[in-house]
């Protein structure tokens, strides 16, 4: 098995990937997802855009929102924002969230071609090896979304560090890698107190390594990509 790694703001500068393709996103959309998934929502449409956000929420049935802008900050009129601590408290068994954000929602659809291709965050990173060494990956590719010019994305690289360990055979300590997510550049405005949209109980959450025990694949449905 092969591995490599893609930053997804540096695109201009690197080749494409298209056997198994890990878009990594660990604060906070792929620990988002997972939460829902984890309560009981029937799937996930990644949707890059909030328009066509919209556009979908009207078109299938039982729809929950989450959408946030740049930065983190909540879409305005979504039902929720990118935020996995308050996802914990709602009741999503049966919906069909619509998921549009900044980082995450991108890496997938500029690899929705991929012959597998999954969403992955700290939280499902055990599971994730586990899945794609099951599909006998021969070529694996992580999406690093997290790093932007202000940001070092070492909550991403951790996950894909962590995720490779496991896939080499390695038997790595998780503890490790969850810290540097808490101590990345991102994780330390979560820390800090002082971003309203950033609250500390999404680092929390987003920290724990192999909170569930599913991976999160990503298939293409007709015109949409879709996590189930």
Not at 73 to 84: K, Q, T, Y
């Amino acid at each position: 098995m092969r591995f490599s790694r893609i930053f997804l703001n540096r695109l201009h500068n690197q080749a494409s990937a298209n056997d198994t393709v890990v878009v990594i996103d660990t604060l906070r959309s792929f620990t988002t997802a997972a939460v829902a998934l984890a309560k009981g929502a029937r799937a996930i449409y990644p949707v890059e855009g909030l328009a066509m956000a919209i556009a979908l929420i009207g078109r299938i049935p039982d729809p929950v929102s989450v959408g946030a802008v740049g930065g983190g900050d909540p879409a305005p009129g979504f039902d929720f924002g990118n935020s996995p601590s308050r996802l914990m408290q709602a009741d999503l068994a049966g919906k069909n969230v619509v998921m549009s954000t900044a980082a995450g929602v991108r890496g997938l659809q500029r690899f929705r071609q991929a012959r597998q291709l999954y969403a992955a965050s700290l939280v499902c990173a055990r599971a994730t090896a586990e899945a794609i060494r099951a599909a006998e990956a021969r070529e694996v590719c992580f999406v690093i979304t997290g790093e932007w010019v202000d940001r070092d994305g070492d909550e991403d690289i951790a996950c894909a560090d962590y995720i490779e360990s496991l896939l080499r055979g390695d038997n790595p300590a998780p503890e490790a890698y969850a810290q540097r997510v808490r101590t990345s550049d991102f994780g330390q405005r979560f820390s800090a107190g002082t971003w309203p949209n950033l609250p500390l109980a999404d680092l929390d959450l987003a920290a724990q390594a192999d909170l569930f025990d599913f991976a999160m694949p990503v298939r293409r449905e007709g015109e949409h990509l879709v996590i189930r």
